[in-house]
């Protein structure tokens, strides 16, 4: 049997003053051969990416330490080589000529202030000692085999005209212009949209397949790896609790753990999975009705102060909102989600554009400062959402005291029986925010929320941040108190899985306007808007792990428009009796 | 009680802590006039006498007792450091608060005076409004303050602007919190660590600045003491009398390094960054 490109074997990684100790890596061993993919799956501190990172030792600048095993790499010559033991100087040869990396975030990845081609081309200086004229031909090729359309002209730009679907593939660029016989790609989309990510690992597969290298890719979704995975090794607490080839460990588990995190993904099942739980009534007034709602910004910077124009973020958005339905806008970053939650909230103040929240308050887009105690919104970073400095129970009387109130027993009561409900120990009313968990954080979100008893929370990617398993109980706790409450829910996503299992009616929200909207059922089982299926066809899902990604480099518009620009009057078509589109040009 | 602790085991905290915590003791007895002798008595007999056992630095030109005067001069330019930067800590969060809240207009008006007055050697600003306002101990405390109270303005305003922007703000936005609670226990709560360090550095300065001052013969007034005062008066005395020049010299620069070790260690303990790595 011939040796394989990397044999990792018991190896352990600690951190800080005394490394054995503080373990984070106990004992993993891998094999990987040449042109083999592994896929490590792990939830946040499982241990994934400190296992990846010490194979080409770059965890050494992370303040790790690796206090035991080895990691055998095949080098191109022939030789094996300890990574674990071997000195800098050997390693700063290997690292990018023989083993690549791409990182998770491709903004803060490239440098802001040199061109895309002076960073590429000094790959080619380093480890390939091309000069001039040569190193910017291989930069134009290595964009080029990116498919990064217009490549000799994209080399002169810098990193913030490009998007982050483009700049993931300059940085795949930059790990592959040496012929690495390794990558390793550290959650190298999760912070690209579903069509984006589904674009860069349909490139990934294709380069797989063009050069022969092995790649190592870790990820916390293990939907992602089945279409580019050859093996699958699952994490957690820092050990590899099962690993096997890739069809094994997705259909015979053998681990409580993996079996436990493949329920926990949300399975996109093209509505089959939708709630229908709910069934409108015309009689009832909404809980929320937008009504043309319209959110611009003013670009600044024209010529002696004039404004070039505005950025038409929502434009002419509508929908309304029954007691007890869940309605979930769904789009990519940019498409106007976010801007149309925060608009109806009063955190941004809407150039045009009416709601009315429970048929009672009735509020013009001028008058947004006034807060409605009857809307309330959960947002989607639990790490920010909490004043670090208040104690929880300051946190959730704040509402209270906005609203004019006073913290009585009775509020206390109240803040007691919330946390319970939301599944929190009492005491955590003397405790502060850094000492609860991500997702216990996201529940006291949700408490305070409730502390006004709204009849409408808007949920801004409320689950977004949050490892599988946990978002999956969030979910479960939205539905409980949904039911609990009548409560109705605005879920802001751009998960499709995730929108599945709570929504009852979709909006898609693409470049600011509705493109579709209607029963949820019916919407993902027969998305009618080009954009729809576009989106619906990203998503990753073990179920469709033979399917080809199609590789599609089209971009979202540009969404400024001249001074007074007014848009055209949509034409909308019916597709059912709860589902219409609209009609595409 | 965690933070006393937390200063006191760190290498500098312990010694800038314990420095500190003597000057204010005897700043202290120095300004209830709990000292040796008293400092305004002149020994007619003992002029200029050298340090021994009952003149514990020796005396002055005028017999009166160095060590009793240095405590009252401690006491007195504790007393203007500490009212100064009471006073330039309070505007400056002012201002830093409310120019990162309303922006704009405010901002720009608020950060553009605050540039003009950095523009201005602190020391010779100093001097302007005093030569305006005329010299006394409460002029000298105006004076101090108005010099540093832009530091602590752009000190305020920065992190104040990346903390509106924070999520926890747009909660208390969409509940409608009132303008006041969201200033004070969302952003003036958080900004407590930045404001503690700058606090210390500033005592430091602004001890040296009044120090500056009285030499100049501008802060407090003779016959009364303070540093300053007592190293201008010792000019004259350096080769025949060294002792007077020494003491009030050492205790400026003693001071001056407690505050300043002592600020260094809060920025260490109050960072979150270098909070748990290895010292």
């Known amino acids: 049997m011939t040796t394989p490109l990397l044999s990792v074997s018991d190896l352990c990684v600690g951190f800080g003053r005394d490394p054995s100790k503080n373990e984070i890596v106990k004992g993993v061993s891998f094999d990987l051969a040449a042109g083999e993919t592994l896929a490590i799956v792990g939830e946040s501190g499982s241990g994934k990416s400190v296992t990846a990172l010490s194979i080409n030792r770059l965890v050494d600048f992370g303040g790790g330490r690796i206090i035991g095993g080895s990691i055998d790499f095949k080098r191109r010559d022939g030789s094996i080589l300890d990574l674990a033991q071997a000195g800098e100087p050997v390693l700063e040869k290997i690292r990018g000529s023989e083993i690549g990396m791409i990182f998770q975030e491709p903004m803060t990845s490239l440098n802001p202030v040199l061109t895309i081609g002076t960073q590429i081309e000094e790959s080619f ?461 | 009680m965690s933070m006393l602790r937390a200063i006191f085991s760190h290498a500098s905290g312990r010694i800038g802590g314990t420095i500190v915590v003597v000057y204010i003791i005897i700043a202290l007895l120095g300004m209830f006039d709990i000292t040796p002798h008293n400092p305004l008595q002149q020994f007619r007999i003992d002029r200029l006498h050298a340090p021994n056992a009952t003149y514990w630095m020796g005396t002055d030109l005028f017999g009166r007792d160095v060590a009793s005067r240095l405590m009252k001069g401690i006491g007195q330019s504790f007393l203007v450091g500490f009212c100064a930067v009471a006073l330039a800590t309070t505007a400056g969060t002012v201002l830093g608060l409310t120019a990162a809240w309303f922006g704009r207009a405010w901002d720009g008006l608020v950060m553009r005076v605050m540039d003009v007055l950095l523009a201005f050697p602190a020391i010779l600003l100093a001097l302007l409004i005093i030569a305006a306002a005329g010299p006394g101990t409460w002029t000298s405390v105006a004076a101090i303050a108005i010099v540093y109270t832009p530091i602590f303005t752009r000190v305020v305003r920065g992190p104040a602007l990346s903390i509106k922007s924070r999520e926890f703000v747009d909660a208390a936005r969409t509940f409608g919190s009132s303008r006041r609670y969201i200033l004070t226990r969302h952003l003036l709560l958080n900004l407590v660590a930045p404001l503690t360090v700058q606090v210390t550095l500033a005592l430091a300065w602004s001890l040296l600045t009044e120090a500056g001052l009285s030499f100049l013969g501008l802060g407090t007034q003779p016959p009364a003491s303070s540093l300053g005062l007592m190293l201008a008066d010792s000019r004259n005395l350096m080769e025949t009398a060294p002792w007077l020049l020494i003491f009030p010299a050492l205790a400026i620069m003693i001071s001056i390094l407690g505050f300043n070790l002592l600020g260094d260690a809060l920025r260490d303990i109050l960072d979150p960054k270098t909070r748990s790595r290895p010292a």
């Open chain 1, 125 to 585: 200086r380093l480890h390939r000692g091309l000069t001039g004229r040569q190193a910017t031909a291989a930069a134009r090729d290595a964009l080029d085999r990116v498919r990064i359309p217009d490549a000799a002209r994209r080399l002169k730009y810098c990193p913030n005209q490009l998007s982050g679907g483009m700049l993931q593939r300059v940085m795949i660029a930059t790990a592959l212009a040496c012929n690495p016989r390794l990558l390793i790609a550290d959650e190298p989309t999760t912070a690209l949209d579903v069509t984006v990510q589904a674009q860069i690992m349909a490139l990934l597969g294709e380069l797989k397949h063009e050069t022969g290298m092995a790649m190592i890719f870790i990820t916390h979704d293990i939907g992602l790896v089945a279409g580019i995975a050859d093996k699958i090794m699952v994490m957690q607490a820092g050990e590899a609790v099962e690993q096997g080839q890739l069809d094994q460990v997705l259909d015979r588990p053998q681990h409580s753990y993996t079996r436990h995190l493949l329920s926990a993904v949300p399975h996109f099942e093209s509505g089959r999975a939708a709630r229908a739980d709910f069934r409108r009534e015309k009689a009832k007034p909404p809980a929320l009705t937008v009504d043309g709602l319209t959110v611009r910004f003013k670009v600044s910077g024209g010529l002696l102060g004039r404004s070039p124009g505005s950025v038409h973020a929502v434009e002419n958005v509508g929908f309304d909102l029954m007691p007890g339905e869940t309605l979930a806008i769904v789009g990519e970053s940019g498409s106007g989600k976010s801007t149309t939650a925060r608009a109806i909230l009063g955190l941004v103040r809407p150039t045009r554009g009416r709601f009315s929240a429970h048929g009672l308050t009735e509020r013009a887009g001028s008058v947004a400062d006034a807060t409605d105690p009857a809307t309330q919104m959960v947002f989607q970073n639990p790490y920010a959402s909490l004043n670090p400095r208040l104690r929880i129970d300051s946190i959730l009387a704040e509402p209270v005291i906005a609203a004019g109130g006073r913290i009585t027993t009775e509020t206390r009561e109240k803040m007691k029986a919330l946390l319970k409900r939301v599944g929190l120990p009492e005491d955590s009313l003397e405790r502060y925010p850094h000492q609860f968990s991500g997702g216990q954080r996201q529940r006291l979100c949700i408490a305070r929320a409730l502390m006004l008893n709204p009849s409408v929370v808007v949920l801004d990617e409320a689950v977004s941040a949050l490892d599988v398993s946990v978002q999956a109980k969030v979910l479960e706790l939205l539905v409980d108190l949904q039911k609990e409450y009548g409560l109705a829910y605005l879920f802001v996503s751009h998960d499709m899985a995730v929108v599945e299992r709570i929504a009852h009616r979709i909006a898609v929200l693409y470049a600011g306007q509705i493109v579709e909207i209607g029963d949820a059922a019916s919407v993902l089982s027969n998305p009618q808007h080009s954009y729809t299926k576009r989106l619906i066809s990203a998503v990753p899902s073990i179920d469709r792990r033979n399917q080809h990604f199609e590789l599609d480099t089209r971009q979202v518009p540009s969404l400024v428009r001249p001074p007074g620009f007014e848009p055209p009057e949509p034409q909308w078509r019916d597709f059912g009796p709860d589902h219409r589109a609209r009609a595409e040009a």
